[in-house]
């Protein structure tokens, strides 16, 4: 192979070399979940400054198409003309706004899991490293020692707690408690005004008919008791 030969195969070489580098560079060195999220929040605040421009612009056509409407009616056909470009305008907005909004939110939720899933890598090799230093069997009797030192803590409060001493009749109680009861309502009906008032007039009398049939059944019950105490 000549010299030339060479030199072109060893400068192709070289520059491939050199290319990938700089490419694997780039890779490495591309920008970070938070440059480009702030990227994107600052394209979504022009994007956002243009629409209001915009919408003012669209305002002022429209203005001016009907200031024109009856006088100048080219003005007023070039005024709606620009205005519909306008529209045209904000409507590609709006649809790149919603873009950027959409990509920005997988973005911040792609840096969220990644945040998250860090922290948790984190935190299981923390346990990890805390339970190497523990022994299960040696947990289980610890276990089993404070169940029984709860079981002995309980029968002392059983045994401090149970009654000694007098004792008393529940039911004697509850009678004095129905006493207690009939008092207080007692006092609620006093405190109310008491039981309602005798009527002051005098009730009506009976008929002469229930007068009389009463009168003859008390004879016949002094007739009936003359007939037995002669039969004794």
């Known amino acids: ?116 899933l860090k922290n948790m890598g984190f935190a299981a090799k923390a346990m990890k490293q805390v339970h190497e230093n523990m022994d299960v069997d040696k947990i289980d009797d610890l276990m089993q020692d404070i169940t029984e030192q709860q079981d002995v803590a309980q029968e002392i409060s059983d045994a401090i707690s149970r009654p000694f001493g007098e004792t008393f009749d529940e039911d004697e109680l509850l009678a004095e408690l129905a006493e207690l009861e009939q008092e207080d309502l007692e006092e609620s009906m006093k405190s109310m005004g008491g039981l309602p008032s005798v009527p002051s007039s005098k009730l009506p009398s009976a008929r002469p008919s229930q007068r009389r049939t009463t009168k003859k059944r008390v004879e016949d019950d002094d007739d009936m008791r003359m007939l037995a105490s002669w039969a004794t």
Do not use: C, W
């Open 1 to 116: 192979m000549s010299k030339i030969a060479k030199l072109f195969k060893g400068s192709s070489s070289s520059s491939s070399s050199s290319s990938s580098k700089s490419k694997h560079h780039r890779s490495r060195g591309g920008p970070s979940p938070q440059e480009a999220i702030h990227k994107l929040r600052e394209t979504e605040e022009m994007l956002t400054k243009k629409q209001d421009y915009l919408e003012k612009r669209i305002e002022q056509e429209i203005m001016i198409a009907k200031k024109n409407g009856t006088k100048n009616k080219r003005a007023a056909l070039q005024a709606l003309k620009r205005k519909k470009r306008l529209e045209q305008q904000l409507t590609q907005i709006d649809g790149t706004l919603s873009t950027i909004e959409f990509q920005r939110e997988a973005l911040e939720n792609s840096h969220t899991n990644t945040e998250v």
